[in-house]
């Protein structure tokens, strides 16, 4: 009975404790909901607003490539004309005038304060979505209900997903008018983890779903509560161990060399226990020693990095010494814009950088030429057909490598278009502005750098395939865009439009 008893009150505790900690995680919830929907003066916001366009014109190198002055004016007037905002709609406006400027690697963020909010108290839609085209499809489902798998969504509490997509698409950043990398990010998997930064999370969402029935294809609404961070936790996929970003082999039945590169981070690199100088050096012995007909390298979904990798690998397909950038610039001054309203804050790297500017760029920029001499090519470099596979997770550094191979090397594109375009790209280094009343940053990359290409086919968008082939939710197969592409090397396949 002693035993009973105490079981009994050690229970009760755990109940008392459990209800305690999700008392605590509703207040904590309901607090960060308040300052997300705290609403700003109309001067705190035109202070704001004015603070955001006076940084990005003094440290942006390339603020006007794809918006004329006339327009960014136009744009900021607005938003200062819209009067009192609440902290939520603000953050989406100044997210629409960043994503209309067209720079991909312009990034603005809510208050870091706010970050615990999106990772662990706000309400998690049930279902998780993933974006094809225009048609989005179940791809987890959190409700143990296998009637959901694979149902197509129409609509979410009471929007259409045609207008959530056309309005996510104004709040994603990109480089120039190109939406592939937009299209690529909600075809990942982040649909969920978009909708409710940018509309208010609910405790319960209604769908709008065509589902697989007895009889057929049947259209059905359901309303399903949300998960907060407690319940959903154990429901999440674990997260996979770090794997390889860098894999060479040999398709012997077409003699080909596929080379995948998933990353230019070196900490993605690092994580996988590689190490990217000494793999595509070894990489590359083989390739010479086995001398394959073709080579594959598989740039899709690879995000980027250092720009330093992808001129080692360029270094072997070259036969000319050769250069990946013709020109930097940068435009901002650390120490005259200290004299001013900012500061914008800038790493070491940097104001070693600003040393060494020359003037003379364009629009009044510092010329920067440090690392645009030409480099030698590797003496055993590969001289056979190039095939280089993109999609619109292709982006910075690798929608770079992408351009530079289709130019110098003549390598043929196969894929989507990128998500990076071949046009001079802002990027590197990131000075940070902290806007003074409602704590929004805005990350400025501070570097514009000009490629050693020719004029690209079509400006502000991405880099074309001349194969083009896409992913299809019906397929079965493990990477059918591959084995596509085999097929067609081999000379048995169609080249699929």
């Known amino acids: 009975m002693e035993r009973n008893g105490l079981l009994y009150y050690f229970l ?6 459990a209800q305690l900690s999700g008392f605590g995680q509703s207040k904590k919830r309901d607090g960060y909901r308040q300052q997300l929907d705290k609403v700003y003066t109309a001067e705190a916001i035109a202070a704001d607003v004015d603070y955001f366009y006076t940084s990005l014109q003094t440290a942006h ?35 629409h005038i960043a994503t209309t400027i067209g720079c991909g690697h312009l990034m603005v963020s809510y208050p870091k304060k706010l970050v615990p909010y ?32 694979n149902a197509i969504v129409h609509s979410i509490n009471g929007q259409s997903i045609d207008s959530i997509q056309v309005k996510m698409g104004t709040l994603l950043v990109r480089d120039g008018y190109n939406q592939a990398a937009n299209n690529w990010f909600l075809q990942e998997g982040w649909f969920n983890e978009l909708y409710i930064q940018y509309w208010p999370d609910s405790s319960q969402y209604t769908y709008q779903l065509e589902m697989l029935g007895d009889s057929g294809w049947i ?9 907060d961070y407690q319940t959903l936790k154990p429901k999440r996929p ?9 894999t060479i082999k040999l398709d012997d039945y077409t003699n080909t060399a596929i080379l995948t590169i998933k990353s230019f981070d070196h900490l993605e690199i690092k994580r996988g226990r590689q190490s990217f100088g000494k793999f595509i050096k070894e ?9 394959p007909e073709q080579l ?52 070491r790297t940097y104001r070693s950088m600003e040393k060494h500017g020359e003037a003379g760029g364009t629009n009044g920029n510092y010329k920067f030429d440090r690392f645009t001499g030409k480099i030698k090519s590797n003496p055993f470099h590969y001289a056979g057909t190039v095939y280089v596979m993109v999609n ?17 090397v003549e390598a043929v594109i196969v894929g989507g278009e990128t998500g990076g375009t071949c046009d001079p790209i802002t990027a590197g280094m990131h000075g940070i502005a902290k806007l003074p009343n409602t704590g929004i940053t805005v990350h400025i990359p501070l570097v514009t750098y000009y490629k050693d290409i020719t004029q690209p086919r079509q400006a502000g968008c991405g880099l074309q395939p001349d194969i083009p082939q896409y992913f299809r939710p019906t397929d079965s197969i493990p990477d059918p865009e591959l084995e596509r592409l085999l097929e067609i090397i081999e000379g048995q396949g169609l080249k699929v439009e």
């Open 392 to 408: 619109g997770g292709t982006y910075s550094a690798a929608s770079e490598l992408a351009c530079y191979l289709n130019e110098h």
């Open 283 to 291: 990489a590359f012995w083989r390739i010479y020693q086995d001398q």
């Open 118 to 149: 999106f990772a662990k108290y706000a309400y998690y839609p049930p279902l998780h979505i993933e974006m094809h085209d225009s048609t989005a499809i179940v791809k987890l489902n959190l409700q143990d209900d296998e009637s959901f798998d």
């Open 238 to 246: 674990k997260r996979e161990k770090p794997e390889p970003q860098l």
């Open 61 to 95: 190198p390339d603020l006007y490539r794809y918006v004329s002055p006339t327009e960014m004016d136009s744009m900021v007037a607005d938003l200062k004309g819209k009067g009192s905002l609440s902290l939520q709609v603000f953050f989406n406006e100044i997210n």
């Open 12 to 17: 009760l505790a755990l109940m008392l404790l």
């Open 219 to 227: 259209t059905k609404t359901v309303t399903l509560p949300a998960y």
């Open 296 to 347: 594959i390298i598989d740039l899709r979904s690879n995000e980027g990095g250092s720009s330093f990798f992808p001129e080692i690998i360029i270094g072997f397909l070259s036969e000319e010494p050769y250069r990946l950038y013709r020109n930097m610039e940068i435009r901002y001054s650390s120490k005259a814009y200290k004299k001013k309203a900012g500061p914008i804050k800038v790493n």
